[in-house]
């Protein structure tokens, strides 16, 4: 049964290094800051919760702590990527491709007039 | 397992070159923060494997100090993009 779960854990782990890899290639290729974020944030948090849970099955007496730092990426790298991407929208950053509508342009104007 | 581990190392070394590739040429200083994210995300998942490697506990919670560092200091160059700062 240990073996069983030590495999599993080192499936997850490789699971999660080839989905950190294709996270810094879409970094590296993609053509805006909005689909870098888009790329870089979802694929590597995929890959480290992965990674992190892999290792806490492997070595079953560090699994709390492994979950404890899959829980704060879980929460936190969503929250840093929208705090970035709002960001850069108000630093004036504009995707490379025309926009058909833009709802937050509106809603900045709202808030200036306010 | 050993080929397995030098897989998964070289992995995470070509991404972590990529985000780097990428912290350098970036045109805007948002592209660099991105990289730098990324970068910080994949250190830390590297960080506890090498708990894993080296049989060394004291390892996760580097990880998880550098998780935390690592967002600080994204949610601050956001917040300094932003023009609230």
Known sequence: MMEIIK???YIAI???SIFLFLGALGIY???DVYNRLQAGTKATTLGAMSTILGVGLVEPTWFVKALIIVVFI???NPLS???LARGAYRASLTPF???KMDAYE???QNEKED | MNIFLIIVFSLMLLALILGLARFIKGPTSADRVVALDTMSIIATSALALLALVYN???YMDISLVYAVLGFIGVIVVARYLEGAL
């Open chain 1, 7 to 9: 495999y599993i854990g």
């Open chain 1, 14 to 16: 490789g699971i999660g």
């Open chain 1, 29 to 31: 290729r993609m053509p």
């Open chain 1, 74 to 76: 879980a929460v936190s």
């Open chain 1, 81 to 83: 990527s929208h705090a």
């Open chain 1, 97 to 99: 491709m025309k926009k």
């Open chain 1, 106 to 108: 509106s809603e900045i």
């Open chain 2, 56 to 58: 060394r506990y004291i």
